[in-house]
T-cell receptor, first 112, second 115 residues
Framework: DVKVTQSSRYLVKRTGEKVFLECVQD?????MFWYRQDPGLGLRLIYF???????EKGDIPEGYSVSREKKERFSLILESASTNQTSMYLCASSPEKPWEQYFGPGTRLTVT | AQKITQTQPGMFVQEKEAVTLDCTYD???????LFWYKQPSSGEMIFLIYQGSYDQQNATEGRYSLNFQKARKSANLVISASQLRDSAMYFC????????????FGTGTRLQVTL
């Protein structure tokens, strides 16, 4: 079975802190994704990566950056956390085909 | 631009009944795929079913079936014989050929199965 793990289920940070969210997948997938999920808005894509060191902006990249130094690991970075970044963050990975995405358990981040 | 619309924020269904969750989509790309995911209260997204735009038959996976009406641009999820454990959020999503396997998600429908 594909396994996608995220470093924390719950995280509380202060405004202005630098925050790292880690995601690891064990199926050698090329593609990895970071989403945020907010009530009434569904899942919105922040960034994705289709190869090591390759990244592309999604729909809401402002305030975030990413890093993919190894194929299995995709990190989301909040350079200076703000209260409007309080949300559920979901990581996913997928092979090139058939494109089904496998999700991690999510990290609920609260910025105070 | 791709768009997914789920117009039902919440639905109730009695145990053992069938329920249909609506999903309409908008794309100008002739090649696309449609997905349904389930998100129980634990938070993890679970893949349920996939339909390709060129698939001739509607997809089925156990109690889940996808009612694909291409001309209407709809991809409704049908759950037969609902069970209490089906209570969850359900998301419809779409991938188009030119988007490097990115998915566009709808806003979701919360399904509550009652006794």
């Amino acid at each position: 079975d594909v396994k996608v793990t995220q470093s924390s289920r719950y995280l509380v940070k202060r405004t202005g802190e630098k925050v790292f969210l880690e995601c690891v997948q064990d199926m050698d997938h090329e593609n990895m994704f970071w989403y945020r999920q907010d009530p009434g808005l569904g899942l919105r894509l922040i960034y994705f990566s289709y190869d090591v060191k390759m990244k592309e902006k999604g729909d809401i990249p402002e305030g975030y950056s990413v890093s993919r130094e190894k194929k299995e690991r995709f990190s989301l970075i909040l350079e200076s956390a703000s209260t409007n970044q309080t949300s559920m963050y979901l990581c996913a990975s997928s092979p090139e085909k058939p494109w089904e995405q496998y999700f991690g358990p999510g990290t609920r981040l609260t910025v105070t | 631009a791709q768009k997914i619309t789920q117009t039902q924020p919440g639905m109730f269904v009695q145990e053992k009944e069938a329920v249909t969750l609506d999903c309409t989509y908008d794309t100008s790309d002739p090649s696309y795929g449609l997905f349904w995911y389930k998100q129980p209260s634990s938070g993890e997204m679970i893949f349920l079913i996939y339909q390709g735009s060129y698939d001739q038959q509607n997809a089925t996976e156990g109690r889940y079936s996808l009612n694909f009406q291409k001309a209407r641009k709809s991809a409704n999820l049908v759950i037969s014989a609902s069970q209490l454990r089906d209570s969850a959020m359900y998301f419809c999503a779409m991938r188009t050929a030119g988007t490097a396997s990115k998915l566009t998600f709808g806003t979701g429908t919360r399904l509550q199965v009652t006794l």
